[in-house]
């Protein structure tokens, strides 16, 4: 019985190897430009205002996670923080739904000081919400001594009144926010940018604000900032709106405002759809759902050209499933391939920060709502942040969609990071690198149209990656991400083959690569992802 066992086993995994196919394709880097770039500070994640009894689908994943409970203390919390700042500073925006109903506790505010809770007709069916100025020192010692980059989103809609369900009239009341950022100077507190409201752009969420009203009141915080800061250089940047993109709202707003009222034009990304959606994962592995997308960028980046070439694109908040993320999805290893590959869209389209919804909190954040532990997106947040520099550089490749390819300068040093991304669960890409550079080819139309032959004359005739001889000794970086057991919904990622765990006095785990041949073959087996460092390519737009 156990033999016949064992042959069935034999049977089925030599079935296995059979059904997987091996597609043998040409990567082409053109390293002679940028053709876009990033923030240093690219990465990005949220501290949102939700409290504990923020449920959806019967699920309350939130817990103490909200910039006013968190536990600032653990030192889980401190070392993740930390652990994304060793290379270069991370950015935390502080903000989300409840933002433009929390009051700021100083000055002259006359309300008192009340914590959400739930209340029928509220805005999210919850109550205003109030910071302590304790808390909010509090919450700034730990921004220092864990050495991020602060967005603080601004109540937008203080002072207005509503004039029809979900729209919002009537002038904002500056007063609050003026004694706030008195405040925040006051006690040496650096905000590197004030974000004006959250989601009220178009038709909004919960509640919308005009574009010209909106502009208007944009204007007048500008105002503030300048006033408030006068002595200071560089001043906190003024991002808005902090909503999902509509065309004819965000050319009215920046029309309206003029030169030098906005710095960043911030718009959120929740492409997958709500969190409850039994299609999730295959959203996600679906790279012609996840171009979708990319009309949105192009459309933005427009918009700025057009109405607002001072200001520059964010992602102000994305956490790919609203309503808190997927369960068992959001917060596991196959949710990466969509971060990963948003990461790399955005910045093709000259996206400069990416903030990701959520560092902790609901389904989605970066680290476990009550453990602290980060999960396996953090680790492609830290991937990404040590190894891709800021300029990004164009990738051509004959590969099907289903293989994802970015390449950035590296960061911190010479050469190149490529980003790939293979959705496909039964493809192994089998990758040559070639340097466009190195590229003489005189080939007719007839043979452009044709993607074998095209494929095979490169292989015969392209150079190798760098500009030296292809018989030196020289290595690439393989950082090469699975998951425990290939289970895509497992909550510990593998690199290289071995876990990702904290170590026991709670440490950041080393990301060590494995270093391969150059001249080897490059492969990236079915639903995994690979950065490749090659340090020796030679692309003269990163120099």
């Given at each position: 019985?156990?033999?016949?066992?064992?042959?069935?086993?034999?049977?089925?995994?030599?079935?296995?190897?059979?059904?997987?196919?091996?597609?043998?394709?040409?990567?082409?880097?053109?390293?002679?430009?940028?053709?876009?770039?990033?923030?240093?500070?690219?990465?990005?994640?949220?501290?949102?205002?939700?409290?504990?009894?923020?449920?959806?689908?019967?699920?309350?994943?939130?817990?103490?996670?909200?910039?006013?409970?968190?536990?600032?203390?653990?030192?889980?919390?401190?070392?993740?923080?930390?652990?994304?700042?060793?290379?270069?500073?991370?950015?935390?925006?502080?903000?989300?739904?409840?933002?433009?109903?929390?009051?700021?506790?100083?000055?002259?505010?006359?309300?008192?000081?009340?914590?959400?809770?739930?209340?029928?007709?509220?805005?999210?069916?919850?109550?205003?919400?109030?910071?302590?100025?304790?808390?909010?020192?509090?919450?700034?010692?730990?921004?220092?001594?864990?050495?991020?980059?602060?967005?603080?989103?601004?109540?937008?809609?203080?002072?207005?009144?509503?004039?029809?369900?979900?729209?919002?009239?009537?002038?904002?009341?500056?007063s609050n926010v003026n004694d706030f950022i008195k405040y925040t100077i006051s006690k040496g507190h650096q905000i590197d940018s004030w974000e004006f409201g959250n989601e009220l752009s178009g038709t909004g969420i919960g509640a919308s604000v005009g574009a010209g009203q909106y502009a208007r009141d944009l204007i007048k915080l500008r105002a503030i900032i300048d006033e408030s800061y006068k002595n200071f250089n560089p001043k906190p940047l003024l991002v808005a709106p902090g909503g999902f993109y509509n065309k004819e709202w965000y050319n009215k707003l920046l029309q309206v405002t003029g030169p030098q009222v906005v710095n960043a034009v911030t718009h959120h990304v929740y492409n997958l759809g709500a969190g409850v959606d039994h299609r999730l994962v295959s959203k996600i592995l679906d790279p012609h759902h996840l171009n979708k997308i990319s009309e949105t960028f192009s459309s933005l980046k427009e918009t700025i050209q057009t109405y607002g070439p001072w200001a520059s694109a964010w992602v102000g908040e994305s956490g790919g499933a609203f309503n808190s993320g997927g369960h068992n999805i959001s917060n596991t290893f196959v949710n990466s391939f969509w971060y990963l590959d948003q990461l790399g869209m955005a910045a093709k389209f000259d996206t400069k920060v990416y903030c990701r919804q959520t560092l902790i909190g609901g389904n989605y954040g970066l680290l476990d709502t009550t453990t602290f532990v980060p999960k396996p997106d953090y680790y492609s947040a830290l991937l990404w942040h040590r190894l891709m520099g800021k300029k990004v550089i164009a990738v051509d490749t004959s590969a099907s969609p289903y293989l994802r390819s970015y390449a950035h300068c590296s960061k911190g040093r010479d050469g190149i990071t490529l980003l790939l991304i293979n959705l496909s669960n039964q493809t192994e890409f089998k990758l040559t690198v070639q340097n466009s550079m190195n590229?003489?080819?005189?080939?007719?139309?007839?043979?452009?149209?044709?993607?074998?032959?095209?494929?095979?004359?490169?292989?015969?005739?392209?150079?190798?990656?760098?500009?030296?001889?292809?018989?030196?000794?020289?290595?690439?970086e393989e950082y090469h991400l699975t998951p425990m057991d290939g289970e895509l919904q497992s909550k510990t990622m593998l690199l290289n083959g071995k876990p990702l765990q904290l170590a026991d006095s709670g440490d950041i785990p080393n990301l060590d690569s494995v270093l391969i041949d150059v001249n080897s073959p490059m492969s990236v087996p079915p639903l995994s992802i690979k950065f490749v460092v090659l340090p020796t390519f030679d692309a003269s737009g990163c120099k």
């Open positions: 019985m156990g033999f016949r066992l064992l042959l069935l086993l034999f049977l089925a995994s030599l079935s296995a190897i059979w059904a997987q196919n091996v597609e043998d394709d040409v990567i082409i880097v053109n390293g002679t430009e940028a053709i876009a770039s990033t923030d240093t500070n690219y990465i990005c994640a949220t501290i949102d205002w939700w409290p504990h009894d923020k449920c959806n689908y019967d699920q309350c994943p939130w817990g103490s996670s909200s910039i006013i409970n968190l536990d600032l203390s653990h030192p889980l919390l401190a070392k993740a923080v930390q652990g994304l700042c060793s290379f270069e500073r991370l950015r935390i925006r502080v903000g989300g739904s409840l933002e433009d109903k929390v009051l700021y506790d100083v000055g002259t505010l006359s309300s008192p000081c009340q914590p959400f809770t739930k209340m029928v007709g509220g805005l999210f069916g919850f109550s205003k919400g109030c910071l302590h100025m304790d808390r909010w020192d509090e919450v700034n010692h730990f921004f220092n001594k864990t050495g991020v980059i602060v967005t603080f989103g601004l109540n937008a809609l203080y002072g207005r009144h509503e004039i029809r369900k979900g729209v919002w009239g009537g002038d904002w009341n500056s590229i003489g080819l005189n080939m007719d139309e007839k043979t452009n149209t044709k993607r074998k032959p095209f494929i095979h004359g490169l292989k015969r005739v392209v150079s190798w990656v760098g500009s030296k001889s292809s018989d030196q000794s020289s290595f690439r």
